[in-house]
């Protein structure tokens, strides 16, 4: 599957960005999508992922009641609504999709557990 996230941009801080992934291929439906994140200078970190239903999610604690991941299988498209942010959201964004199926969702909160990557969308959060 091939990914592409968009969606980003500057907002200030406790505004709302909403970001996508377009996906192409006919696996998509089957995949676990995850979000990650990678700020300057640090190691790119996981955010949120959503198993193949779209019926289990988890999230990293700092973003926990202020993001809401969601995918449209039909549509082929992941999404990431970020609200409340902060300064410290501000970082590129990338998509993923985890082929490997049949563990629970806590399982794909690291990277070595996806196959494909989107290119990255800049998220800014102003002060």
């Known amino acids: 599957v091939q990914l592409q996230a968009s969606g980003g941009g500057l907002v200030q801080a406790g505004g709302s960005l909403r970001l996508s992934c377009a996906a192409s291929?006919?696996?998509?439906?089957?995949?676990?999508l995850g979000w990650f994140r990678q700020a300057p200078g640090k190691e790119r970190e996981f955010v949120a992922a959503i198993n193949w239903r779209g019926l289990n999610t988890v999230y990293t604690d700092s973003v926990k009641g202020r993001f809401t991941i969601s995918r449209d299988n039909a549509k082929n498209m992941g999404y990431l609504q970020m609200n409340s942010l902060k300064p410290e959201d501000t970082a590129v964004y990338y998509c993923?999709?985890?082929?490997?199926?049949?563990?629970?969702?806590?399982?794909?909160?690291?990277?070595?557990?996806?196959?494909?990557w989107g290119q990255g969308t800049l998220v800014t959060v102003s002060s």
């Open positions: 291929g006919r696996t998509f439906t089957s995949v676990t």
């Open positions: 993923a999709a985890a082929t490997l199926r049949g563990y629970s969702i806590g399982y794909y909160s690291t990277r070595e557990k996806y196959d494909s």
